[in-house]
């Protein structure tokens, strides 16, 4: 009966209650945005700008969320989406079949969740270690296949890259008088299913309660009967895919590969999940709580310069910055709901 009556005074769970706090406050700040900046921010097209440019991080935010919340952590992803896109667009540009180069970014992605899957796993070596050396592999083999930048040039290709979905009705008058429609890149749509995916899987599926159970406290997971090896092995596989989705999507939007594409997105992406209240000792985290912590973090860049701060790190700074707010608000919140809970 205390348990139950816990549970009333408790509606939301922590994941529910972190998710709750991030999407409240880029709604705020989007508002505050609008009324202090005005120009773009008044337009829909300026939150469908900010999706065009970040659906890999996204996604890559995506994996890292999966396997943070089971209680490990990926800082390949950032190297695993470059060296996806430089194979894909030499693939391409030597004649390469488009359906078969996503078989092949796929197939990078998903070589690299197996392999680095099975030795955090099964063979119980740190996730930093494995994914550091992932990372570096990753990055060697990206530099191997071309020092210089290559620009795609098969013809399907940059037709498919340049195809946009136009909604006329959320588009805006230009100062010339003409009507621009909202325009949203394909990736922005690949980006919202796997965001959908990912949340069913969680939020739904037998394999998303497992990530949960191992990543709150692997003992328990035992003792309830949990596989916590290939539960945390299915992990990064699903973050080695999902680092192949984003690779290729990242292509499509900027059409080129180089040796230093996506140079950091591994930070950006753990920075996203964590601002989306997904916690580093894994067992809580949201991937709808992501999503928005990915916007939150790229609004707060945007902000920046929007305010006339045009150089770099002002845009680190914030980022810094805001990083620490949501883990102090995160600590803060946490540490009083268990205060009520041992009351």
């Known amino acids: 009966m205390e348990d139950f009556m816990k549970k009333r005074r408790e509606p939301f769970t922590d994941t529910q209650l972190l998710m709750t706090i991030t999407i409240g406050i880029f709604v705020v700040m989007y508002i505050l945005a609008m009324i202090f900046l005005g120009g773009g921010f008044l337009h829909f097209q300026q939150i469908a700008d900010l999706l065009n440019d970040n659906t890999s991080l996204i996604i890559v935010s995506c994996a890292l969320t999966i396997v943070m919340i089971g209680g490990g952590i990926d800082i390949s992803v950032g190297a695993v989406t470059s060296l996806v896109v430089m194979s894909c ?3 391409l540009n030597n004649g390469g079949n488009i359906f ?12 690299f969740g197996v392999v680095q899957g099975f030795l955090i796993s099964y063979l ?11 990372m570096f592999f990753a990055r060697g083999m990206t530099t191997i296949l071309s020092v210089n930048p290559q620009k795609a040039t098969h013809e399907g290709f940059l037709e498919l890259m340049s195809s946009r979905i136009e909604i006329p009705w959320l588009g805006y008058t230009a100062n010339n008088g003409n009507k621009i429609p909202l325009r949203i890149e394909i990736g922005v749509i690949v980006a919202i299913l796997c965001v959908i995916a990912v949340f069913l899987i969680l939020r739904f599926s ?3 309660r497992n990530f949960y159970a191992i990543g709150g406290n692997q003992q328990s997971a035992l003792m309830l009967g949990i596989n916590v090896k290939r539960t945390r092995f299915l992990s990064y596989v699903i973050s080695g895919l999902l680092c192949g989705i984003a690779g290729y999507v990242f292509m499509m939007h900027t059409g080129a590969g180089n040796a230093t594409n996506a140079a950091g997105m591994e930070m950006n992406a753990i920075a996203s999940s964590i601002i989306g209240g997904t916690l580093l000792t894994g067992g809580v985290g949201s991937v709808i709580g992501t999503f928005f912590g990915t916007m939150t973090l790229t609004t707060i860049k945007k902000i920046v310069v929007s305010s006339g701060l045009n150089q770099p790190w002002w845009q680190s700074i914030s980022t810094g910055g805001m990083l620490c707010f949501f883990i102090i608000l995160q600590s ?12």
Do not use: C, D, H, W
Request: zero cysteines.
């Open 89 to 91: 667009v030499m693939y």
């Open 100 to 111: 078969v180069s996503i078989l092949l970014a796929l197939g990078i992605g998903l070589a």
């Open 124 to 134: 119980e070596i740190q996730p930093f270690i494995v994914t550091l050396a992932g």
């Open 206 to 208: 037998r394999l998303g």
């Open 332 to 343: 803060v919140v946490l540490r009083k709901r268990e205060k009520k809970r041992n009351l």
